[in-house]
Structures are given as structure tokens and as C-alpha cells.
């Protein structure tokens, strides 16, 4: 199951059967009012919309499944409480440090993470593939030397794990505008606020296993179906801006040599005949 939605995103979940998800994985509106779609009237509105659309997730859940949701840390305060009045189980709060951005505010700490909330549907009962995302060591010499003899740890010896140490809740990955400097300056991207593939990668690979299903409700330039495919997971994402939808086309096409049609509202706002858009090898 591969599909590409262009829908208000209270529609494009009510297509979506219950118990059919194995990650819903999202970087939502923020409320930062950096384009149409991220400006509310308040904070009220802005988390009641924020909560229907958790609410509506919630259901297409399987019963092990993960969900993983952005946000800055003020919004993520709110969306942590509810998630847990929802009866989903608290896992993490992640914190990415963007290695991004400058300020000049001399009342507060400069701003430079954001936090991604790990919950999921049973305590227990969900997928963490721990040895997938495993980082590197930063005492080199000290694990070097390790890796011959062992350390003694509470009488027992301890040796290295060759692929690397437990990953922590706190990732470093620079944004995407800073990956893609033009001269050592920053260029205006096709989206305000993409986010990194390898950091994508890692909750996909963490939290889901090849042939599951991951929804991204909010998807962006495409980033989730893209690592999604490349990663041998199926997708099903969607946005609300057509711009978005068609640079995801695109990237998939250019990608993967896939045929891709998108189930999207026709230039009168009135849905069109009902898809069940699978996609498929062009080659085929």
C-alpha cells in the first residue's frame, strides 16, 4: 500500500482504515505563522485543531503501532498531555538539535532544537529496532582499547558493540537549509521547513519494519514517502498544498521510476471520483 493524498488532512484521515498504521510519523503546523497553512487565530484554535487531527490518528493505530509528532517545545507541553489523556504510553522526548539558526536575544537561551514525542499505542507490544539505529562512539581511544582487553564493569567485562552505542534522546542533525548552502550561504528551499532524510530515517528504521505501513498526515516536500520507498516500507501520506504534492510526485518519480497518481480535490474544492491510488513500477 503506496498512496499520495492532496486533501484537508480531516479528510484524508477519515480514507483511512482503523488498524491499518504501523507508524504515523509528522512534522505538523507549529503555529510560527511561516506560511498559510501554519497561521491560527490563537493558540486555542490552533491546539483545537491540532488534537482533532491526533484524535482522528489515534484509531489507525495497530495495536503495536508507534507515533512519532514535531513540534517546537512550547506546543509539544500541550500535545504530550494530551497524547497521554488519549491512553497512548510515553516513550521519549526527543530533542533535535538543529545546529541552526542565530539570535540575538539577551532574555532567554537561544532557541535551537525541536522536539519530536515518541509514544505508543501498547506499553509493551511495539516494534524498536535498537541495533538499526546504533551511533558511534565519542571516546575513540577509550573504545579502541576497550575492544581488546574489555572494561571492567561491576565485575564483569565489558566489550564494545562493533556497530555502535544505544542512541540517545538527543539527536544532532543540521537542517536541511544548512545541508544545502549555495557558496557557504543559505538558499531559499521549496519548503519553509523541510526535514533532514537521515533523521527521518532513523525513526522509520527504529520504529518500523520492511513491508509496514507508515502515514505522514502532513508530508511535506515528500521526505517520510521518500525514505519510506528507499527503506523498503509502504506509505501513505498526504498534505493539503498542492505545490507540496507535486514536488513529492516529482522526487518519487526522479527517485524510484514510479507512475504516481494522487487522489486530490478537483479546482472547484469537490472531492473526485473516489481512488484507490496504489502505486505501481512504471516498468511494469
Not at 542512541?167 to 548552502?181: A, L, M, P, T, Y
Request: with cysteine; glycine share 4%; net charge positive.
Amino acid at each position: 500500500m503506496e498512496k499520495v493524498y492532496n486533501k484537508d488532512v480531516f479528510d484524508f484521515l477519515k480514507r483511512v482504515d482503523d488498524n491499518s498504521i504501523d507508524l504515523i510519523l509528522t512534522d505538523p503546523p507549529y503555529n510560527m505563522n511561516k506560511e498559510y497553512w501554519d497561521k491560527f487565530d490563537n493558540l486555542e484554535k490552533f491546539l483545537e485543531f491540532t488534537y482533532k487531527w491526533i484524535d482522528m490518528c489515534i484509531p489507525k493505530l495497530k495495536e503495536n503501532g508507534s507515533i512519532y509528532i514535531f513540534n517546537n517545545p512550547f506546543n509539544s507541553a500541550f500535545i504530550l498531555t494530551h497524547l497521554h489523556t488519549r491512553g497512548l504510553n510515553y516513550k521519549n522526548t526527543i530533542i533535535w538539535n538543529r545546529k541552526d539558526g542565530i539570535s540575538s536575544s539577551k532574555k532567554r537561551y537561544n532557541q535551537n532544537q525541536e522536539q519530536i514525542l515518541f509514544f505508543t499505542k501498547n506499553n509493551k507490544d511495539y516494534t524498536f529496532n535498537y541495533d538499526d539505529i546504533r551511533e558511534p562512539y565519542e571516546s575513540v581511544d577509550r573504545i579502541k582499547a576497550a575492544s581488546k582487553k574489555g572494561i571492567l564493569k561491576n565485575g564483569k567485562r565489558w566489550f564494545p558493540n562493533e556497530n555502535g552505542k544505544l542512541c540517545s534522546d538527543v539527536w544532532n542533525f543540521s537542517s536541511e537549509r544548512h545541508k544545502n548552502k549555495l557558496n557557504g550561504k543559505v538558499v531559499k528551499m521549496e519548503h519553509v521547513t523541510p526535514k533532514p532524510k537521515d533523521l527521518i530515517e532513523r525513526i522509520i528504521l527504529a520504529s518500523s519494519n520492511k513491508g509496514d505501513v507508515v502515514m505522514d498526515p502532513f508530508v511535506g516536500m515528500g521526505t517520510t514517502a521518500i525514505v519510506s520507498k528507499k527503506n523498503g516500507r509502504n506509505f501513505i501520506v498526504n498534505d493539503f498544498d498542492e505545490k507540496n504534492i507535486e514536488i513529492t510526485n516529482k522526487t518519487l518519480k526522479l527517485k524510484f521510476q514510479i507512475k504516481i497518481i494522487i487522489d486530490r480535490w478537483d479546482s472547484n474544492g469537490q472531492e473526485q471520483k473516489a481512488l484507490d491510488l496504489c502505486l505501481k513500477n512504471s516498468k511494469k
